[in-house]
């Protein structure tokens, strides 16, 4: 059976040239790509994957990014997009970006360099230069639990988190709550922004001014919501109920409480948001706000691939709506 070696032989260039040629690389000119199809008919050389792409301008790749990979939430969604793809056909390449610019724009450059057919990103930073490279891709992107840039005309599937943070405040209101403090994640975070802003027009539409020492900014973990609970004990402590803008902050929350005997919802109300597998745990149940994390990513895999059949690189976005999920957490304020 004929080998690459043969067909390079055949040209009389090097290995790599041919190699080159086949992933459809800049630096080689259309011409002599041409004439490596041409070699392969007459050796009868067999085209693995990658020669196939080039034959039919298709790679059957998709690129999904993430931002981390060990997050639960990311993981089921993940495990939904390959799903769809994977029962269609598709190879899904795997980029976890740690929540790192740079990860996020060389995977950018990858979709560029390998040809895939189109992508599902999760991005967490995107500057001026990686607006461009999405810009230059044009090929079907999905934005997944994000907003694209303005100028992007890019599809999104997400849900309303400013709707679901002013049902979760609805609830505690609801309970008799006033004096409600708010764990967030990072400032720069979409999600989270949404999802503060909901706490605080909830407040104000009840002609409520939120506390500046109510509020506390910091990762996503939850050693972040343990360390913030401490903060607001010290610093609020009018406080009755606590708003968490994830589960891992709202459950980091609960430990913080129980390492301090306070009871929990008895002297303090906790509600969280993502309504994650562990806060069902039977020590934990956490009231919280559910997001349709596997249905989330069936959308985003099915948009996709709606926007390949169709040869678009438009569509329409998809908005899906949250639940509230009342468990344990949560009472009556004690006035």
Known sequence: ??????????????????????????????????????????????????????????????????????????????????????????????????????????FLTSVLERKMDGIIVTPDFLDEDGIELLQRLKIPVVFLRRRPPQGLEMPFVDVDHYEGACNAMDYLFSL?????????????????????????????????????????????????????????????????AVFAANDLLGIGALEWLAAHDISVPGQMSVIGFDNLEVSNLHWIKLSTVAQPRKEMGRKAAELLMQMLLDNRLTADSILLNTQLIIRQTCSEAKI
């Open 176 to 240: 008799g709550h006033k004096e409600i403090g708010f764990i967030g994640m990072p400032q720069y975070s979409f999600t989270g922004k949404e999802r503060y802003r909901g706490y605080i027009d909830s407040l104000q539409k009840r002609g409520l001014e939120p506390n500046p020492k109510g509020v506390i900014w910091d990762g996503r973990t939850m050693e972040c919501g343990s360390r913030s609970m401490g903060r607001l004990m010290e610093e609020y402590p009018a406080m009755t």
């Open 1 to 106: 059976m004929p080998t690459i070696k043969d067909l390079a032989k055949e040209l009389g260039v090097s290995v790599s040239t041919v190699s080159r040629a086949l992933n459809n690389h800049p630096d080689i000119r259309q011409e002599t790509k041409q004439e490596v199809l041409e070699a392969m008919k007459r050796i009868n050389y067999t085209p693995n994957a990658l020669a196939r792409s080039l034959i039919q301008r298709k790679s059957n790749t998709i690129g999904l990014m993430i931002p981390d990979i060990t997050d639960p939430f990311f993981s089921a969604m993940a495990h939904d997009v390959e799903e769809v793809l994977s029962d269609n056909g598709y190879l899904v390449i795997y980029v976890n970006t740690s929540r790192r610019p740079d990860k996020e724009k060389r």
